[in-house]
């Protein structure tokens, strides 16, 4: 698939940005984010502290490598599966009739809930990760795995 690059690099960026903007609020209040996924009742107790605590460092960095242009095939694939998983979520919480907020960019009482529109918005969100998955080449862009044997 073939995109201009100006194109793919405001695109990549935009979802790296997302993906950093996304991260914050949990990162800063780990106690509701924890909260926002136990509202879900999909992860065991055991892994809600885990899930809570990684979830947005993983959000974070591969946001970071994105709009830093470090394997940004790696990091667009990886924030496509987790706004799979996300979006797996959502809708199995709509699906209950959960009205909770979802844990998306803000952990505020009147943030994001989990509605039909939350999973059209994270449905988009994976289009924009595959896309820059799929239009970014597998080498000469970014630092790759080839470029890091090149200068050893």
Same mark, same amino acid.
């Given at each position: ?5 100006? *194109? #793919? ?8 940005? +997302? ?10 209040? @780990?106690? %509701?984010? =924890? #909260? ?7 992860? @065991?107790?055991? /892994?809600?502290? @885990?899930?809570?605590? +990684?979830?947005?460092?993983? !959000?974070?960095? =591969? ?6 242009? *470090? /394997? @940004?095939?790696?990091?667009? &694939?990886?924030? $496509?599966?987790? +706004?799979?998983? /996300?979006?797996? $979520?959502?809708?199995?919480?709509? $699906? #209950? &009739? %959960? ?7 803000? %952990?505020? !009482?009147? &943030?994001?809930?989990? =509605?039909?529109?939350?999973? &059209? !918005?994270?449905?988009?969100? *994976? ?8 239009? =970014? ?10 470029? %890091?044997?090149?200068?050893?």
């Amino acid at each position: 698939m073939r995109l201009n690059p100006v *194109i #793919r690099h405001i695109l990549r960026i935009l979802l790296g940005g +997302l993906f950093i903007y996304a991260s914050l609020d949990s990162l800063w209040r @780990p106690a %509701l984010f =924890t #909260r926002a996924i136990y509202n879900y009742h999909l992860l @065991p107790d055991i /892994f809600l502290h @885990p899930a809570a605590i +990684l979830l947005p460092w993983v !959000e974070m960095i =591969t946001g970071i490598m994105l709009i830093a242009n *470090i /394997f @940004p095939r790696t990091n667009a &694939g990886i924030q $496509a599966v987790l +706004l799979m998983v /996300f979006t797996i $979520a959502v809708s199995i919480a709509v $699906a #209950r &009739g %959960l009205d909770i907020n979802c844990g998306c960019f803000s %952990l505020d !009482e009147n &943030g994001t809930r989990t =509605t039909v529109w939350k999973i &059209g !918005e994270n449905l988009l969100m *994976i289009v924009l990760a595959v896309v820059v998955f799929y239009t =970014t080449p597998t080498t000469g862009s970014g630092l790759s795995q080839s470029k %890091l044997q090149e200068h050893r």
